[in-house]
């Protein structure tokens, strides 16, 4: 992965963390809504959320979870187009010529 996708995702959790609700987050221990309070980056694509229940009154509870970048579902548009350049390269000239129309 690029320093500029890994900046991009770091971005994203800032972010997400600092608005608050992009993100729902609930108690494990009442289902209630949680708040994000703080983060902490164990690496350039995991984070430790640090997260507190919003019903003080009957749970109060404090907790945190993790946050990780697993995979992309959709490449980024640069990496397909490399893939496919790459793919092309590597066929001889004939099919490569067919394959642009010529």
Known sequence: MSDKQTLYIITVIVLLIY???AM?????NCGSKATISSREN???HVADLYISCTDVKNCGAT???TLAFKH???P???TTAQ???SLIKN???????ELIGL
């Open 83 to 85: 893939l496919a350049a």
């Open 76 to 78: 980024p548009r640069q």
């Open 19 to 21: 608005i608050g609700v």
């Open 91 to 97: 066929l001889p000239r004939e099919q490569q010529l």
């Open 72 to 74: 992309y579902l959709n």
């Open 63 to 65: 907790f945190v979870s």
């Open 42 to 44: 164990q690496s350039t």
């Open 24 to 28: 729902r987050v609930t108690c494990p």
